[in-house]
């Protein structure tokens, strides 16, 4: 073989290997975050038709999640918040408007609590919420969208009841020590 012919081998060898090594880091960030985002990642899919371009959105959305400063709950904090979780859910029964409305604060706070942001774009703040709570951030939507429609005087009891559910979903999985775990691992 010639120097020529060998060089040519030698080139497509390595154009196949990079291919092969591309094609395996987008086919491992592609089950990272299928595993990472769960429901979630289906949804991005879906909402952007293109899945580049949601893989990019939730690669981003995990290095803001980075960005952030995420405390554990001391087990006081703990045990104030299921309390007044207690008192929001015992409100229900005489005002069930104003429960859903104490819900929603009540896992605003404790969003921030835990140092996640709560500024007022809802969306941006459940895209975060979603790299560590991906199993329950769709319940964390409904229920804004009920609140919402409360707001409007367009949410009847079962709805709000509904919201109420979902809230608790949420506050569950926040109250858990999910955050605790990943302090503990870095």
Known sequence: MSTGTTIGV???????????????????????LRRQFGPEYDRVVERSGNRMEAERELAERERTHRSLELKPLTEGTRESYSRHWVQVQE?????????????????????????????????????VLSVEHSRTIDSYRQAHAITRRQEQGEAS?????????????LFNDLLGDRGERKEGAR
């Open 10 to 32: 030698v080139i497509a060898v390595l154009v196949v290997v990079a291919v092969g090594v591309v094609l395996w880091r987008k086919a491992s960030q592609r089950k990272h």
């Open 91 to 127: 409100q229900f029964v005489d005002a069930p408007s104003d429960a859903v409305a104490s819900a929603h604060r009540l896992v605003t706070d404790l969003m921030s609590e835990r140092g996640y942001p709560t500024n007022g774009d809802h969306e941006a703040n459940a895209s």
């Open 157 to 169: 009891t079962e709805d709000l009841r509904n919201a109420m559910v979902h809230y608790r979903t």
